[in-house]
């Protein structure tokens, strides 16, 4: 009967775990070797306000769970002693936290490479996708790099109506000058 429910819950884990792995747009994995029960559980609040899930797991049961998932790649990141930091939100930024987060806290934790999409990204990988900027700001850049060109564009086009303008205005003050009417004007 112990075998049973100890199949069952793993059953159970395995399902929970697939569901992790397919819903994330990027799954770090991170050796935690050595950091104490207090800072794991720091690191893991820090983690919670940021919506980053940070998840102890089973060699045997991720392989599983990343295979039904679609995501075989994940075993690559996933090797000993391995938590694996889920995100569901902007890659980058969730790559960023986890990064800082071992420097800053000097804890041991070390960096095993990430799951991006079906892609499996390098600890240098990582380390650039975590120095790129947050996404709105790359957002308004790229916005503003699709302006710059049109507002010189409306800028040159507008160019001879705008020297037709200056040209009129000043025919018409110097036939003020001149002391005759201007055109649509009657005496």
């Known amino acids: ?21 397919g819903r994330c747009t990027i799954a770090v994995g991170v050796d935690f070797k050595g950091m104490t029960g207090g ?42 002693t391995t938590a694996v930091v889920f995100s569901y939100g902007d890659p980058a930024e969730a790559a960023k936290v986890v990064c800082e987060y071992g420097q800053a806290e000097k804890t041991p934790l070390v960096l095993r490479g990430a799951l991006l999409g079906s892609r499996v990204l390098s600890i240098d990988e990582l380390r650039a996708l975590a120095a790129l900027p947050p996404r709105p700001l790359l957002i308004a850049h790229l916005l503003g ?11 040159v086009l507008s160019g001879p109506s705008r020297g037709l303008v200056t040209v009129l205005q000043r025919h018409a003050e110097q036939l003020q000058k001149q002391g005759a009417a201007p055109a649509g004007q009657v005496s």
């Open 39 to 80: 800072s794991m559980t720091a690191m893991r609040r820090a983690m919670r306000e940021k919506k980053i899930e940070v998840r102890v797991v089973k060699n045997t049961l991720t392989r599983i769970a990343a295979e039904k998932a679609g995501r075989p790649g994940l075993m690559k990141v996933v090797e000993l």
């Open 1 to 21: 009967m112990a075998v049973a429910k100890l199949t069952e819950k793993k059953i159970k884990a395995v399902e929970q775990l697939q569901d992790r792995i």
């Open 145 to 155: 790099q699709i302006q710059s060109p049109l507002v010189r564009l409306v800028s």
